[in-house]
Structure formats: structure tokens, C-alpha cells
Nanobody, 120 residues
Framework: QVQLVESGGGLVQAGGSLRLSCAAS????????MGWFRQAPGKEREFVAG????????YYARSVKGRFTISRDNAKNTVYLQMNSLKPEDTAVYYC?????????????WGQGTQVTVSS
């Protein structure tokens, strides 16, 4: 069982930056791939970025590649999402998730989400 808690969301102007954190409970954090997803009002949840168990492999949605960076610190049981050059269309609730494959479709555990709002 893994419990996930996101933090770091907020209001930022377009072009600004935010860093999201996702703290995980449990000793098995390092065995999971981790991912970030987002859901904007009226839209379906979408994949943003994924990272494998060691942090050696990452994968990004085309819409954020080159602007967002996912990383993890297994010693701290935490995964991060550094978001730069933010755009109003990045506004959404951001969720972290734990699963078996950083590019897969099966994610077993989810956090409660953190709101990111980008003003124009």
C-alpha cells in the first residue's frame, strides 16, 4: 500500500515556474514507477510525465516536453515535477500516481491532487 500526498501548487503568472512535490508513505516507494497527471475543468485526466523506479528513465507528454522535468529522490520517498515557462493551458489539478510502468496505463495509487493556476 502506498499513500501519496501532493504539494506545491498555487497561482503563478504565465512564464513563471512552480515545483510540485509528491511525498509517498511506505517502504516500497523505490520499487514503483511514478507519474504526474493533470485534469483541467471539463476535460479528461491526461498523462504529463513518468519516471521509472531508479530515475534513469523519463517520459513526457508532447505538450510539456522541454518545459517540465520529473525527478525523484528515493531516499526521501518523493517525486517532483519542475514546471517552467508555464502557460494558461497548464491550469489544472495535478495528481501523482504510482504504478508498475512509467509509460504504462496501469497506475495503482493516486494522490488527492494539487491545484495549479496560470494567469495570463
Amino acid at each position: 500500500q502506498v499513500q501519496l500526498v501532493e504539494s506545491g501548487g498555487g497561482l503563478v503568472q504565465a512564464g513563471g515556474s512552480l515545483r510540485l512535490s509528491c511525498a509517498a508513505s511506505g517502504r516500497t516507494f523505490s520499487s514503483y514507477a511514478m507519474g504526474w497527471f493533470r485534469q483541467a475543468p471539463g476535460k479528461e485526466r491526461e498523462f504529463v510525465a513518468g519516471i521509472n523506479w531508479s530515475g534513469g528513465n523519463t517520459y513526457y507528454a508532447r505538450s510539456v516536453k522541454g518545459r517540465f522535468t520529473i525527478s525523484r529522490d528515493n531516499a526521501k520517498n518523493t517525486v517532483y515535477l519542475q514546471m517552467n515557462s508555464l502557460k494558461p493551458e497548464d491550469t489544472a489539478v495535478y495528481y501523482c500516481a504510482a504504478g508498475s510502468d512509467y509509460v504504462g496505463s496501469e497506475w495503482n495509487y493516486w494522490g488527492q491532487g494539487t491545484q495549479v493556476t496560470v494567469s495570463s
